[in-house]
């Protein structure tokens, strides 16, 4: 019908306009508007675009009936022109009342709808643009999981040339993804694969998870992320063709990726081209680190980090005004790169705008920024400053564009950011032959717009409680140093297998920060109240100590970290080592430990990982040290042995020791079954060891144990599942072993 009467009003337009008898020019003695009620003569007059004592002609008049028509005020207009005076016959457009949206509780999703409407309130209205409306909305909702939603748009005529709009809208149910598929050239398990992307498959427990439906903008993320994965694992030349959904079932869909992955690349040879008066002494670590990767596996990463160190040299020599760039050539399996290093007119820039924190205080994302008011301008440091801000996990978006500045040497930098909700509620649970585990937890990460993170948490298992509130400013007074402060208690019952319990309340504060290239240094101070007690057959040493203890360390922990990502690491390695130092005590407890872990790739679509771990505990003043504060060798060290049953005995109770060390190999064994993308089967070797009771030596035997096995990680329906078989290789006769081990766990 709309169309009909459109078609109608331009031939009557046409008609008009065809029908007036002009002379080949005339002038504009006068100029009349007629039928406009609230549009001034004057605006009406300006948008028609003519004057008088202007030369008129037919085509001029055509212009004119266009001009009026875009400025959306009148929904017809006629021109007459005779003996100089020009009539502009207008029929205005009704103005909006109000817009109503029905069939929508939730904030967010009227807030989407409000954002993507073009026509508002006190507006004036245009069928065509409203058709345009209903388009744009369902598109939007159906990109938010709407895949079956219904909207129809009422026009309620009032008086006064006014109209009131209702959308009429029904959701339907939210579109969920029933399953998820990787098809293509797929050289990576299933598990992993999932794990690299953001949508999730709809399980009954995730009620909290949106990623579980179907959105646009998550999906075309995904397909970001996946390029990453395979860019980041030396398949240079992949793409991801298409990802669609398709009806999976009778109340959800199929989410496929269609992925594209040529050969396996190796970096080739490595330049660095600068200019005439650089020094490459100042760029030896770059040279070195091209030493390191010609013929490893290409990575998209490695190229980021070179960009990144050559960033921070630039920094350090306070070079300016220089640009990177790369230049890649790849003949057969090898990439060729040069990285360029060349000198730019300097431009300063001259202001950084920020628009769109509503909620964030500006001093916050400043302090993310590399780059400040006056500095050079730099497109390097300019784009790290960009992720910085994306890195917060504040936004939606973050946008920057850079114009001209006042001057012809100048720059403004403008960014902006759209927010999101910041909190979160993580609940997660675990049950195995070793016990059942349950953790909850609501936090924070942008308190009051400070960027201050609140983190709570509950944590149950078979023999302890603990929780857990901590606070955390990660730049403290407007610096790059993070400032924490953590209130914990706990009660921790071993009565059954060691003969103690004991409950402890405190607090730890401190400061973390990077020291150096990934040389993290951490600060802090640990003081707790503690109360032991012991059971009936405890021995006498034990008995004595009962009682109530309070306890003051100074805490300095550093740690190297090389690791090519933090999870599902597959490459580099960690080193941390740890002291904690008693300045009030009763016992003045030393505790130190030192941990190292190694990742690499010994074969195609293999992760192998060796670790080392030693930790020591022992009174300054020569006296026993506390049973709470013993060590026991962590689960994780030691398969094939129960947790805590191993080690020094006083009687029938496993007390441990003084000492521990452990030693750990594991590696992923190829694909055994071809339908198993799904599972990563593990093989693995341990060996550790916990001695030294300081007030009786004959407790200690000093046996190393050991134990070798085979792991089935499965990342079943209900969660992901792991299995280990183990058998022990050396122990003590008094150790309790414990062959079979799994544990099932998920988080919602």
């Given at each position: 019908m709309f169309m009909r009467v459109l078609n109608f009003s331009l031939l009557v337009t046409i008609f008009v306009i065809l029908s007036t008898k002009f002379s080949i020019s005339e002038i504009v003695k006068k100029i009349e508007i007629i039928g406009n009620e609230r549009i001034p003569n004057e605006t009406v007059t300006m948008f028609s675009g003519i004057q008088i004592q202007d030369?008129?002609?037919?085509?001029?008049?055509?212009?004119?009936?266009?001009?009026?028509?875009?400025?959306?005020?009148?929904?017809?207009?006629?021109?007459?022109?005779?003996?100089?005076?020009?009539?502009?016959?207008?029929?205005?457009?009704?103005?909006?009342?109000?817009?109503?949206?029905?069939?929508?509780?939730?904030?967010?999703?009227?807030?989407?709808?409000?954002?993507?409407?073009?026509?508002?309130?006190?507006?004036?209205?245009?069928?065509?643009?409203?058709?345009?409306?209903?388009?744009?909305?369902i598109k939007e909702?159906?990109?938010?999981?709407?895949?079956?939603?219904?909207?129809?748009?009422?026009?309620?005529?009032?008086?006064?040339?006014?109209?009131?709009?209702?959308?009429?809208?029904?959701?339907?149910?939210?579109?969920?993804?029933?399953?998820?598929?990787?098809?293509?050239?797929?050289?990576?398990?299933?598990?992993?694969?999932?794990?690299?992307?953001?949508?999730?498959?709809?399980?009954?427990?995730?009620?909290?998870?949106?990623?579980?439906?179907?959105?646009?903008?998550?999906?075309?993320?995904?397909?970001?992320?996946?390029?990453?994965?395979?860019?980041?694992?030396?398949?240079?030349?992949v793409s991801i063709n298409s990802s669609f959904a398709k009806k999976y079932?009778?109340?959800?869909?199929?989410?496929?990726?269609?992925?594209?992955?040529?050969?396996?690349?190796?970096?080739?040879?490595?330049?660095?081209?600068?200019?005439?008066?650089?020094?490459?002494?100042?760029?030896?670590?770059?040279?070195?680190?091209?030493?390191?990767?010609?013929?490893?596996?290409?990575?998209?990463?490695?190229?980021?980090?070179?960009?990144?160190?050559?960033?921070?040299?630039?920094?350090?020599?306070?070079?300016?005004?220089?640009?990177?760039?790369?230049?890649?050539?790849?003949?057969?399996?090898?990439?060729?790169?040069?990285?360029?290093?060349?000198e730019t007119e300097k431009i300063i820039i001259e202001k950084i705008n920020i628009f769109g924190n509503n909620v964030t205080i500006e001093t916050v994302l400043r302090n993310q920024l590399i780059i400040d008011e006056g500095d050079p301008y730099n497109d390097i440091l300019a784009a790290?400053?960009?992720?910085?801000?994306?890195?917060?996990?504040?936004?939606?978006?973050?946008?920057?564009?850079?114009?001209?500045?006042?001057?012809?040497?100048?720059?403004?930098?403008?960014?902006?950011?759209?927010?999101?909700?910041?909190?979160?509620?993580?609940?997660?649970?675990?049950?195995?032959?070793?016990?059942?585990t349950f953790m909850l937890g609501v936090k924070e990460n942008n308190f009051l717009g400070k960027g201050i993170s609140l983190d709570s948490n509950l944590n149950l298992s078979t023999e302890s409680i603990k929780g857990q509130f901590t606070v955390e400013n990660p730049n403290y007074k407007n610096s790059d140093k993070s400032l924490f402060l953590s209130l914990d208690a706990s009660e921790t019952d071993r009565l059954k297998t060691s003969g103690y319990k004991f409950n402890k309340t405190g607090f730890e504060i401190g400061t973390r920060f990077e020291y150096y290239d990934d040389v993290f240094l951490r600060l802090g101070t640990s003081n707790y109240y503690e109360k032991i007690e012991t059971d009936s057959t405890a021995s006498a040493r034990q008995k004595k100590q009962e009682g109530d203890y309070i306890d003051s360390f100074l805490k300095v922990a550093v740690t190297y970290d090389k690791r090519n990502q933090k999870f599902q690491t597959s490459e580099g390695f960690l080193s941390s080592y740890a002291i904690d130092l008693p300045i009030i005590s009763d016992t003045y407890t030393l505790i130190n430990s030192y941990r190292y872990k190694y990742f690499t790739e010994l074969y195609e679509n293999n992760i192998s990982s060796f670790s080392f771990l030693i930790k020591s505990a022992h009174s300054l003043k020569d006296e026993d040290i506390k049973l709470s504060q013993r060590i026991l060798i962590p689960a994780s060290s030691l398969r094939g042995f129960e947790y805590g049953r191993v080690g020094p005995k006083d009687g029938d109770d496993f007390i441990g020791g003084n000492y521990m060390s452990s030693v750990n190999f594991t590696t992923t064994l190829p694909q055994l079954f071809a339908n198993s993308q799904n599972t990563d089967f593990v093989i693995f070797f341990d060996a550790a060891n916990v001695w030294g009771v300081d007030y009786d030596s004959s407790l200690d035997k000093n046996d190393i144990r050991s134990s070798i096995g085979i792991g089935l990680d499965w990342f079943s329906p209900v969660g992901p599942m792991n299995f280990s078989l183990a058998q022990p290789l050396t122990k003590n006769s008094s150790d309790i072993t414990e062959n079979f081990r799994f544990n099932l766990g998920t988080t919602f």
């Open positions: 030369n008129i002609t037919a085509n001029d008049v055509n212009n004119v009936i266009k001009n009026l028509y875009e400025t959306n005020f009148f929904s017809n207009i006629s021109i007459e022109l005779e003996q100089g005076i020009l009539k502009i016959i207008v029929k205005e457009n009704p103005i909006i009342s109000d817009i109503k949206i029905n069939g929508v509780k939730a904030k967010k999703i009227k807030d989407v709808i409000i954002k993507t409407l073009t026509l508002r309130e006190k507006s004036s209205f245009n069928e065509v643009v409203l058709i345009k409306e209903k388009e744009k909305i909702l159906k990109s938010q999981g709407y895949i079956f939603v219904k909207l129809d748009i009422l026009k309620k005529e009032l008086v006064d040339n006014k109209i009131e709009l209702i959308f009429d809208i029904d959701l339907g149910e939210k579109a969920k993804i029933k399953k998820i598929s990787f098809i293509g050239n797929k050289i990576f398990k299933d598990q992993k694969l999932l794990s690299a992307i953001v949508s999730e498959e709809y399980k009954f427990w995730k009620f909290l998870s949106g990623k579980k439906y179907l959105n646009a903008n998550i999906i075309k993320f995904d397909e970001q992320l996946l390029k990453n994965f395979y860019l980041n694992r030396g398949y240079y030349n079932g009778d109340d959800g869909f199929e989410l496929i990726f269609n992925i594209d992955a040529k050969e396996k690349i190796k970096f080739g040879k490595l330049e660095l081209e600068l200019p005439a008066d650089y020094q490459k002494d100042n760029f030896t670590k770059i040279f070195n680190l091209f030493a390191d990767l010609e013929g490893s596996n290409y990575s998209l990463n490695k190229i980021k980090k070179i960009l990144n160190d050559i960033d921070k040299i630039v920094l350090s020599e306070q070079f300016e005004s220089i640009q990177a760039s790369v230049n890649e050539e790849l003949i057969k399996d090898k990439l060729n790169l040069k990285f360029i290093i060349s790290k400053s960009i992720n910085n801000l994306k890195s917060l996990n504040f936004f939606k978006e973050v946008k920057s564009e850079v114009i001209e500045g006042s001057t012809p040497n100048s720059k403004i930098i403008n960014i902006t950011v759209q927010e999101k909700p910041t909190g979160e509620i993580m609940a997660g649970a675990g049950f195995g032959t070793t016990g059942s």
